[in-house]
């Protein structure tokens, strides 16, 4: 007897400002944030994440009223990292981070999405440092970032949860396996990005199966093999690929995510996950007919 799709109740799903191409807290090329927020609710859409800290409004008062009127609410706030350069950056990660924790707090979210610095530019693809790191920067990474799990839950109360992306240091199967090992689970949870993991070689279903208790939260995203092929072919950074297209739009590329989310709500806890097509840049009147065809798709995969 087969699954009923109705029993992935487990699982919160949500979009985030990245499916509305943002990438950026203001960029000509973006939609405007009261778009996406209309928008993002039309689509069908209860959670949302804050995007770049900037985006949105950052008054917690005003971003409570736009938030609320539309009846949306908030899951976490997002941040970038370059905590493998040591306890040298952590003032400077601190003052980044704080500002977008207490903003996340005060919209009465409990996560906070970490993403580890680049080795490359994302729009240039200038090389910025050595895309492997050494032993020592593998150790820093794993320190400065309990530290930082243990800071965020400690002053505000919520739950990092790092997130392997491609061209960053955490990225493959074996890259994400060697940062869980060296990391301690009470401090350091995971963002699985369906899509991110895939295009670094990765398979989300064995992913959960091996190391369920590490996933604290999910991002939803398809790639398109025969781009993906493409691009690591041609050594594209991560970018271009995008602008080619390499992140597509479900159920056209992989994985296929019916199978993820019922490893998911076998974890036996909830979960968040939230939509995240990567389309920067793109025109304003794109985002919303795919957000609609997202959201009867995993509504079709049990995501009612």
Known sequence: ?????????????????????????????????ERFLDEVAEAGYEWIELGPYGYLPTDPVRLAEETAKRGLRVSAGTVFTGLHHGPTVWEETWAHVSRIAELTRATGAGHLVVIPSFWRDDKTGEVLEDRTLTAAQWSDLARQTERLGREVRDRYGLEI??????????????NVARFLHATDPELVSLCLDTGHYAYCGGDSVSLIEEFGERIGYLHLKQVDPRILAE??????????????????????????????????????????????????????????????????????????
Do not use: N
């Open 1 to 33: 007897m087969t699954s009923s799709p109705s029993a992935l109740t487990r699982i919160r799903l949500g979009s985030a400002p990245d499916s509305w191409g943002v990438w950026f807290p203001e960029d000509p090329l973006q939609t405007g944030w």
């Open 161 to 174: 949860v790092v997130h392997p992306h491609a061209d960053t240091h955490v990225d493959t199967p074996e």
């Open 231 to 304: 691009v690591v072919e041609e050594g594209l950074p991560f970018g271009p690929a995008v602008g080619r297209g390499v992140m597509c739009e479900p159920p056209r590329g992989v994985p296929e995510l019916g199978p993820v989310l019922t490893a998911a709500q076998g974890l036996g806890r909830e979960l968040f996950a939230i939509v995240e097509q990567d389309m920067y840049p793109c025109p304003p009147e794109r985002p919303l007919p795919v957000a609609r065809r997202t959201r009867a798709y995993l509504r079709s995969c049990g995501l009612g």
